[in-house]
């Protein structure tokens, strides 16, 4: 957290001297930088009890290098259940969930750090990678029958499983990630970047990437029709996340099945009895 801190201290100092090239360059670090929480006594627990493998994620965007990324699997069961954590988080965010699924003995459960998150390597990181790292994980492991995500985890769920082609048997999307454009734009007004100062940032996204990030938006990359079995949890209380843009989805997804969390708050809903509990649930109903 010390280095996000000192990152938006220099965003603003930039914005204050009017340095426009040497802001466009560190918004690069504000948008791109995950911060990382160290783990707590029963994550290094549970992740003490997990059969530890690696997979390997090629970085072009950042560092020119191939990445490690470190993956977990506990239980070796028929059903295998890949889990995607969020920005600036890690798979040892998802204990309670884990130890839930543990439970049932049909299950193996596979989760990971992405790229520059927790115990994997990377300084960086963005949708891309977070999408490769899931596609390299089924590559290792095999489809997944049930695919979890949380927040950004989720929007990379849905890019790798499209384009690897699987429909999984059931797939649950936690407070996920709608709109990547407008998150930018949120995260660099929330830090005082002028409007032509966001402009010239996302004209280079685009010089880079061949495309605005408006491209990567769940309406565009969501191609499921409706006979995939999606359940969807939510809080629209959450100031993240704003409930406005899930709603546009949602319409345009009738399909889809829901519970709002009221109050759950976007970081903690993942810790949520009632969620864990429901989400369990809804994994041994799939089987």
Partial sequence: MKKLKRIVQDVKTLVTEN???????LLWQLICYPPKIPLRLQQEQLLAKAENFSVIVDDPYFTNQRLQVN?????NGSTRVLISHGWGSKAMDFDG????????PNLQIIAFDAPAN????GDLSNLLLFANAVKAVIAAKGEPDIAIGHSFGTMANVSALTDLCITPKLLISIAPFILLQ????????AVGVPADAQQAFLDDFKSRYGIYPS??????????????????AY?????????????VFLQAHPSIKTKNYSGAGHERIIKSAELIADVADKVNEAL
Avoid: V
């Fill in 97 to 104: 969930l884990i130890n839930a699924l543990k439970e049932n």
């Fill in 235 to 247: 809080d629209e209380l959450d100031t993240m996340l704003p409930d406005a843009y899930l709603q």
């Fill in 71 to 75: 993956c977990f699997k506990w239980g």
């Fill in 182 to 189: 407008e998150n930018f734009i949120r995260s660099m007004t």
């Fill in 19 to 25: 340095m426009p090239n040497e802001l466009n360059t």
């Fill in 215 to 232: 491209e990567y938006a769940m309406q565009k990359l969501y191609k499921f029709d409706d006979t995939l079995n999606h359940w969807l």
């Fill in 118 to 121: 927790g115990s994997s390597e």
